[in-house]
């Protein structure tokens, strides 16, 4: 049996990119007619067959979906993605259809490359799930020719269809938290200009700050995670300042858990010296030997917001629904108390 010609043998044939070949091959705008003429001829000549729908789905209703994530995000502590992933395949299930996991790594990442399983069309659309880098994000946005929709991440004039946690108002609610236990010295703990979400608490945090009349101070903004990478460094940031909060907030739930480690280590106790809170309600079991207070993100929801609009999209291609935001709710642990003099929770 012959091997099934994909676009990538006849880009590499061509000496073009796999995004041309898309492009010529569906009459997408971008390809001079005579290169596009060369394209479809060479197909022709290979024996290059377009997968249609019939091919794709056998049962009626059911399509294959694709997700994309960072390798970054699925280290061995930081498995929120993994959780939503599986959200996502049991939702997909029960409406007939199923998922393909793609990990982008640091290099394709950097270089641009398109996730494989678009470029071999083994789906009918795709869910770009957390921040990518803006050139990674912009290429694939301007480059992608089947639906898709955005998980936990958005451009920032949100021009394509996501699923977003209400960040800034989660950020606002749990700073305001702090203050109605009495403190007024609140420390933020997150690396800014990362990611979306984290610049989005921290606005949250500052907003606070501004409404309580309360001036931030710079020393107590602590980086958690290397700008380039956005991997949490545990050993080189968490850098505690000489004039100590007496609280901090921290960007997400693993962040919390390192900055307890770092005040204990430092001679603190938490929460009698020092309060924390984290954000997610999400952590792997025994990274903490005290209940983390924390903005609980309902995962099933966003889950099953992201399927619902992709399932649209793929059946119907007008159909959209801008920024979707998704609530959360403060969950009280032990890791926050009371200071001599609190002041009403706004």
Not at 210 to 237: A, P, T, Y
Request: net charge negative; aromatic share 10%.
């Amino acid at each position: 049996m012959s091997r099934t010609v994909k676009m990538a043998d006849i880009a590499n044939k061509m000496g073009v990119s796999i995004v041309t070949v898309s492009k010529a091959l569906s009459g997408q705008k971008g390809v001079s007619e005579e290169l596009r003429n060369k394209i479809l001829d060479s197909a022709a000549e290979m024996g290059y067959e377009k997968k249609t729908k019939a091919k794709v789905t056998e049962i009626k209703d059911s399509y294959v979906l694709g997700i994309i994530v960072a390798e970054k995000y699925l280290s061995e502590n930081q498995s929120f993605y993994w959780k939503v992933y599986q959200d996502i395949v049991q939702k997909a299930r029960k409406k007939k259809s199923f998922v393909i996991l793609e990990v982008i790594n640091a290099e394709d990442e950097i270089s641009c490359k398109m996730p494989q399983i678009v470029t071999e069309d083994k789906i009918d659309g795709l869910i770009i799930m957390g921040t990518f880098k803006k050139k990674y994000d912009d290429f694939l946005t301007g480059n992608l020719r089947l639906p898709f929709v955005e998980l936990d991440t958005s451009n920032m004039d949100c021009s394509f269809d996501s699923v977003v946690f209400d960040n800034l108002h989660g950020g606002y609610q749990m700073t305001n938290y702090l203050f109605s236990l009495g403190h007024k010295k609140i420390g933020f703990v997150g690396t800014r200009l990362v990611t979306a979400s984290i610049d989005e608490r921290f606005l949250g945090y500052l907003k606070s700050l501004m409404e309580h009349g309360v001036e931030w101070k710079e020393e107590w903004f602590i980086d958690d995670r290397d700008q380039n990478s956005s991997i949490l460094d545990e050993e080189n940031k968490f850098q505690l300042p000489k004039e100590m909060p007496t609280a901090f907030f921290c960007n997400c739930d693993l962040s919390a858990s390192y900055m307890i480690r770092k005040l204990t280590e430092a001679g603190y106790v938490v929460p009698d010296d020092i309060s924390v809170v984290g954000f997610d309600d999400f952590i792997a079991d025994g990274f903490t030997t005290i209940g983390l207070t924390t903005y609980a993100i309902d995962m099933g929801e966003m889950a099953k917001h992201a399927l619902h609009i992709l399932l649209h999209k793929v059946k119907n291609q007008n159909y959209t629904t801008g920024r979707v935001v998704v609530a959360g709710k403060l969950i009280e642990r032990e890791s926050a108390t009371r200071t001599a003099s609190p002041v009403p929770f706004v």
